[in-house]
């Protein structure tokens, strides 16, 4: 027998980089919320602004092809609403599922959208300059204002409770979710209305586990590029107004907290297999729906 038949390793046996990674795989806590089992409530809409390079304007059929791509984008979860043509920029907004990432979308819209130009024997070449904003039926007021009223909404009986309870609400003075995450040219209005539950809709009495909740909120968002505005741990129910990574998806956003604060919570299914995220800007989404 040949050296080399000694040797060979069989396609069923590992190779010790692989059993590394299996290794670290291993050591890792899974885990406890996972997107197949969770139940999603959302109101997620996406407004994408293009501009074409060298302040060309874009061909007279552009509304016309932009809707006739409607299926083609509802494929990548996104739901055409309306589009508007202003010389140099078309404006498009969207319903969007949860998975999408605001910069998936801006690809895909900008993708599919000069590929079927080109298709219509229009080639154009778009701006790298690209503006997403994400809006909604409440403003960036409403939505700061009603997170700050939570423990005044509740009508707690007890004024001592109502007085410990303010260290769980939180609003970050030095966060202005008016501004953009900046990517290269592009610019995200991406703001997100977060909420959890508590499992069984129990009460946490516990104000060292409150207090653990509210600090990993921060630690979350610190460590996956957030912006926590407004924050309320209530003992049922958490809200957060916060600016997300372009990068990642409500979905993965929701998840991120879900699962790190239930390690907060000794790794506790401490959150309802479900959660609300909903898209706001400084306007509503009205304001886009008008006729120019």
Same mark, same amino acid.
């Given at each position: ?5 000694t ?23 899974? =885990? ?5 089992? #969770? ?7 996406? +407004? ?13 059929? @552009? ?17 055409? %609403? ?15 599922? =949860?998975?999408?990432? =605001? ?9 599919? !959208? ?6 219509a *024997? ?6 790298r300059?690209l ?7 409440? @403003? ?14 509740? +009508? ?8 410990? #309870? ?5 609003a ?19 703001? $997100?209305? /977060? ?7 129990? @009460? %946490?009495?516990?104000?060292? !586990?409150?207090?653990a $909740? ?23 129910? $958490?809200?957060?107004?916060?600016? *997300? ?7 993965? %956003?929701?998840?991120?907290? /879900?699962?790190?604060l ?25 304001? %886009?729906?008008? =006729?120019?």
């Amino acid at each position: 027998m040949s050296s080399d038949q000694t040797t060979r390793r069989p396609p069923w046996v590992p190779s010790p980089e692989e059993l590394r990674e299996l290794a670290k795989e291993w050591g890792k806590p899974k =885990p406890l919320y996972s997107p197949k089992a #969770l139940h999603v409530s959302h109101a997620l809409r996406y +407004d994408w602004t293009g501009w074409l390079s060298d302040g060309v304007f874009f061909p007279g059929h @552009t509304l016309r092809v932009a809707g006739g791509l409607a299926p083609l984008w509802a494929k990548d979860g996104l739901q055409f %609403i309306e589009a508007k043509q202003q010389a140099d920029r078309l404006q498009i907004l969207f319903r969007v599922q =949860p998975q999408v990432s =605001p910069v998936f979308f801006a690809g895909r819209v900008k993708g599919r !959208l000069q590929h079927a130009l080109r298709q219509a *024997g229009t080639p154009v070449a778009f701006s790298r300059k690209l503006a997403v904003r994400t809006l909604g039926d409440n @403003t960036r007021k409403a939505v700061e204002g009603y997170i700050r009223k939570q423990i005044v909404k509740e +009508d707690f009986v007890d004024p001592r409770y109502v007085k410990r #309870l303010q260290d769980y609400t939180v609003a970050q003075p030095d966060v202005d979710l008016a501004e953009p995450a900046a990517r290269k040219r592009s610019r995200y209005w991406y703001n $997100l209305h /977060l909420v959890l539950v508590v499992w069984g809709r129990r @009460t %946490i009495t516990d104000y060292k !586990l409150l207090a653990a $909740l509210r600090d990993q909120c921060f630690a979350v968002a610190r460590k996956k590029d957030y912006a926590i505005k407004s924050l309320s741990v209530m003992p049922d129910h $958490l809200h957060a107004a916060l600016r *997300g990574n372009p990068d990642h998806s409500p979905e993965e %956003i929701a998840l991120g907290f /879900l699962n790190n604060l239930a390690f907060a919570a000794g790794r506790e299914r401490v959150w309802q297999d479900h959660y609300y995220v909903g898209t706001f800007s400084e306007y509503d989404v009205n304001v %886009i729906l008008k =006729p120019v």
